[in-house]
T-cell receptor
Framework: DVKVTQSSRYLVKRTGEKVFLECVQD?????MFWYRQDPGLGLRLIYF???????EKGDIPEGYSVSREKKERFSLILESASTNQTSMYLC???????????????FGEGSRLTVL | QQQVKQSPQSLIVQKGGISIINCAYE??????FPWYQQFPGKGPALLIA?????SEKKEGRFTISFNKSAKQFSLHIMDSQPGDSATYFC???????????FGKGNQVVVIP
């Protein structure tokens, strides 16, 4: 089974702190994504990566950065956390299109971040 | 802007009833339409998906109906069970690029 692991399920941080959210997948997937989930707003794409050291902005990248130094690991970074970044963060991965790809995204269980 | 719009926002259904969730999209280049199911405390998981070359796809009690001309697709949950209580997201993408545009989600509650 594909496993996407988000190491921190719950975090509480203070305004201005730097926050790292880690995500690891074990299926050798090329594509990895970070989403933010808020009630009434659904899933919004923050950043994604098609390959190591490659990143592309999603729909709401402001206030975030990412790092992908290894294929299996995709990190989301909040350089200076703010209260409006309190949210559930979901990591996902999938294989490249055209390689028996069903388009299925495999999600982690989420990291709930509270910024005080 | 919201590329995929879901309705209703929430739904309460009696056990054994039919749950219907609708989605509409604008981008005619979309060619892949999945539905994701999310239980509390879990990440979303793919439930069922359809491509526009068919008008309907059924997997067990779950059916997607697709209307290309109306740019709409819907999820039908037949014989709804309390275990189906979850949040459901519709989504769409184009060209197999895996960058899905998600709807805002529907919370479905099935009461015994």
């Amino acid at each position: 089974d594909v496993k996407v692991t988000q190491s921190s399920r719950y975090l509480v941080k203070r305004t201005g702190e730097k926050v790292f959210l880690e995500c690891v997948q074990d299926m050798d997937h090329e594509n990895m994504f970070w989403y933010r989930q808020d009630p009434g707003l659904g899933l919004r794409l923050i950043y994604f990566s098609y390959d190591v050291k490659m990143k592309e902005k999603g729909d709401i990248p402001e206030g975030y950065s990412v790092s992908r130094e290894k294929k299996e690991r995709f990190s989301l970074i909040l350089e200076s956390a703010s209260t409006n970044q309190t949210s559930m963060y979901l990591c996902a991965s999938t294989s490249l299109p055209g390689r028996a790809n069903t388009g299925e995204l495999f999600f982690g269980e989420g990291s709930r971040l509270t910024v005080l | 802007q919201q590329q995929v719009k879901q309705s209703p926002q929430s739904l309460i259904v009696q056990k054994g009833g039919i749950s219907i969730i609708n989605c509409a999209y604008e981008n005619t280049a979309f060619d892949y339409f999945p539905w994701y199911q999310q239980f509390p405390g879990k990440g979303p998981a793919l439930l069922i998906a359809i491509r526009p070359d068919v008008s309907e796809k059924k997997e067990g009690r779950f059916t997607i109906s697709f209307n290309k001309s109306a740019k709409q697709f819907s999820l039908h949950i037949m014989d709804s069970q309390p275990g189906d209580s979850a949040t459901y997201f519709c989504a769409a993408s184009k060209g197999g690029n895996n960058r899905l545009a998600f709807g805002k989600g529907n919370q479905v509650v099935v009461i015994p």
